[in-house]
């Protein structure tokens, strides 16, 4: 018994997201041209031994208890 | 005319992964059970004016000459 989830942690809308911004100058740059933005998001593949609606909710938890900051981000989870 | 391409950059088999492996501990000493692996993941978002087999070439462009590191990580390039 066993589930991977795939936890996805970007920013809430409105927050400047300055690695996104920084990666597109630097895209610049380079010389790519035409790119309208840049968001940068977090991930995260957890290997755990429960399944199911028991694997969300110890997601769920992981996120509002330590890999996510709830003021300027936003968390779904996505079992595979 | 425009794209959204998804770009998932994570680090190579075999190559050892800090940041998952604190991860892992952090939730551990949290205390979170079942646990069997944490792997990091980085990922872009990014909006292009181009589309199709132009966009992933321009995506594949980005992840050699700055995105990814291709000694250590491989990535992926997914158009929404």
């Avoid at 911004?21 to 755990?48: D, P, Y």
């Amino acid at each position: 018994m066993m589930a991977v989830a795939e936890i996805k942690i970007e920013l809430k809308k409105g927050v400047t997201d300055p690695e996104g911004q920084n990666t597109k100058k630097a895209l610049e740059l380079l010389g790519f041209k035409g790119i309208r933005s840049v968001r940068s998001i977090k991930f995260f593949e957890i290997e755990l031994e429960s399944e199911g609606d028991e694997a969300v909710l110890a997601c769920k938890e992981m996120c509002r208890k330590l890999l996510a900051n709830p003021v300027i981000q936003r968390y779904s989870i996505h079992l595979k």
